[in-house]
């Protein structure tokens, strides 16, 4: 389904698009420029398997800066190397927390039993309450258990960097283009995500499509949708990746 709407959003931002579009200018005034800088804001709202990840319910969150240099001009278009870096970032992880409480009746005697336990998992946390009763077998405890199941969240501030990247813009004659991105590079967080038994350092790797939107030759604003893909490619006693879609905000300038 999040595929479907990033999908929609992306088409419905590629005909406003040709919509506005003006004609055509002069090769030499094309709305291209040699080096760009770009600031961007970024966020998903929950994860959910899409092609490589299977953790469910992480949000991602995060603000950084990008360079690009183009490297070859053709048929109206441009290819540009792109590196990003993304130094402040927040990731996501649902929290279960269970309260169980009851008696417990022993040989000797019956006990009041009370415990609180927190645990972050790839699956989704799911609020429910309930009771557990004990075996009745001679010799043994018995009773019932009540439990409460609530769900939290758990913020972790990581860093991202993107060494790797590129940029195809098309329609580089028009004030407004449609563009394909990429990107390869690493995530290191505080503590270990998307689980306990996963690593603090994963690696990211990232592509999708947007739109920019020249306001001058040097200056442009653009809206984008990524998939987005973290893992530790098993150097951790486990790997559940994540896959995101990312949505994007950002302004560039440059020359």
Same mark, same amino acid.
């Given at each position: 389904?999040?595929?479907?709407?990033?999908?929609?959003?992306?088409?419905?931002?590629?005909? =406003? +698009?040709?919509?506005? $579009? &003006?004609?055509?200018?002069?090769?030499?005034?094309?709305?291209?420029?040699?080096?760009?800088? @770009?600031?961007?804001?970024?966020?998903?709202?929950?994860?959910?398997?899409?092609?490589?990840?299977?953790?469910?319910?992480?949000?991602?969150?995060?603000?950084?800066?990008?360079?690009?240099?183009?490297?070859?001009?053709?048929?109206?278009?441009?290819?540009?190397?792109?590196?990003?870096?993304?130094?402040?970032?927040?990731?996501?992880?649902?929290?279960?927390?269970?309260?169980?409480?009851?008696?417990?009746?022993?040989?000797?005697?019956?006990?009041?039993?009370?415990?609180?336990?927190?645990?972050?998992? =790839? +699956?989704?946390?799911? $609020? &429910?309450?309930?009771?557990?009763?004990?075996?009745?077998?001679?010799?043994?405890?018995?009773? @019932?258990?009540?439990?409460?199941?609530?769900?939290?969240r758990q913020w972790t501030f990581g860093q991202a960097f993107s060494p790797l990247g590129f940029k195809y813009s098309m329609r580089t004659r028009h004030r407004v283009q449609p563009f394909v991105i990429g990107t390869l590079g690493y995530m290191y967080t505080s503590r270990p995500v998307p689980v306990a038994d996963a690593e603090a350092f994963n690696?990211?790797?990232?592509?999708?499509?947007?739109?920019?939107?020249?306001?001058?030759?040097?200056?442009?604003?653009?809206?984008?949708?990524?998939?987005?893909?973290?893992?530790?490619?098993?150097?951790?006693?486990?790997?559940?990746?994540?896959?995101?879609?990312?949505?994007?905000?950002?302004?560039?300038?440059?020359?």
């Amino acid at each position: 389904m999040r595929v479907r709407i990033c999908g929609v959003v992306l088409l419905c931002l590629l005909f =406003a +698009g040709s919509a506005v $579009a &003006q004609e055509p200018v002069d090769a030499k005034d094309a709305f291209s420029r040699k080096n760009t800088w @770009t600031v961007f804001a970024e966020y998903s709202k929950d994860s959910t398997p899409i092609l490589m990840g299977y953790s469910r319910q992480r949000k991602l969150v995060d603000a950084g800066g990008g360079y690009s240099r183009r490297v070859v001009r053709f048929l109206g278009s441009d290819l540009s190397y792109l590196v990003e870096v993304r130094p402040v970032l927040f990731e996501s992880d649902p929290l279960t927390i269970v309260n169980s409480s009851g008696t417990i009746t022993y040989p000797t005697g019956p006990v009041a039993y009370s415990s609180t336990s927190s645990e972050v998992d =790839a +699956g989704k946390c799911q $609020a &429910q309450s309930g009771s557990t009763t004990l075996p009745t077998d001679p010799g043994f405890p018995s009773g @019932t258990i009540n439990y409460v199941i609530t769900c939290e969240r758990q913020w972790t501030f990581g860093q991202a960097f993107s060494p790797l990247g590129f940029k195809y813009s098309m329609r580089t004659r028009h004030r407004v283009q449609p563009f394909v991105i990429g990107t390869l590079g690493y995530m290191y967080t505080s503590r270990p995500v998307p689980v306990a038994d996963a690593e603090a350092f994963n690696f990211v790797f990232d592509f999708g499509a947007g739109v920019e939107v020249f306001r001058s030759d040097k200056r442009s604003i653009a809206l984008e949708c990524r998939y987005h893909h973290l893992s530790n490619k098993g150097t951790a006693e486990v790997n559940p990746g994540v896959d995101n879609l990312m949505f994007k905000a950002s302004y560039s300038f440059g020359r």
